[in-house]
């Protein structure tokens, strides 16, 4: 590098040839398959680079930190022009914003307030069969009843429940 600083032809077409060797090995390692057609480009990028900027460069240091720093520029500038960007139309995106779920939420809230008012035992078995969906007679044996009087004491606990909160649903707004 010195000697081609200092107007040498011959040991400036020696160290071209002897870097373009080493980017293809530096590029090699760091494309991938969807990039490696990219290679040989970089390579030339980075040799005019280094032959645009060769006054840059600082004897100092180790010539391989110089060329590997603008090579490094190069592969980063290749990664931010390959970047993808996927547009959809904006008739097959979708929905903007999530389903409003606070009616949901409410309900659901007024509901654990409504079973709160019952019995543990009747609150219990009314979850079980009315919101998971489980037999009576399941439902019952985890309670310790009949399925008879699993299925009395919910339907007790439900006509309760209805007596309590329809005469407030005729004309309260909560």
Same mark, same amino acid.
């Given at each position: 590098m010195l000697a081609?600083?200092?107007g040498d032809a011959k040991a400036y077409r020696l160290l071209l040839g002897a870097?373009?060797?080493g980017l293809r090995l530096y590029f090699r390692r760091r494309l991938g398959a969807d990039l490696a057609a990219d290679?040989?480009?970089l390579v030339q990028e980075t040799l005019i680079?280094?032959?645009?900027?060769?006054?840059?460069?600082d004897p100092n240091y180790p010539l391989t930190a110089w060329v590997h720093a603008i090579a490094r520029y190069k592969l980063i500038d290749l990664y931010r022009r390959r970047r993808s960007r996927q547009t959809v139309p904006l008739d097959?995106?979708?929905?903007?914003? =999530? *389903?409003?779920e606070t009616g949901a939420t409410l309900a659901r809230i007024d509901?654990?307030?409504? !079973?709160?008012? /019952?019995?543990?035992?009747?609150?219990r078995l009314i979850e079980r069969t009315?919101?998971?969906?489980?037999?009576?007679?399941?439902?019952? =044996? *985890?309670?310790?009843?009949?399925?008879?009087a699993a299925k009395v004491r919910a339907h007790r606990? !439900?006509?309760? /429940?209805?007596?309590?909160?329809?005469?407030?649903?005729?004309?309260?707004?909560g």
């Open positions: 081609s600083l200092a870097v373009r060797d290679e040989e480009d680079a280094m032959h645009t900027r060769r006054q840059t460069y097959a995106a979708g929905p903007l914003f =999530a *389903d409003d509901l654990d307030r409504m !079973l709160a008012s /019952l019995a543990p035992s009747t609150r009315k919101l998971e969906g489980r037999s009576s007679a399941e439902a019952g =044996a *985890d309670e310790g009843l009949t399925e008879t606990g !439900l006509h309760a /429940l209805s007596d309590r909160f329809a005469k407030r649903g005729d004309h309260a707004d």
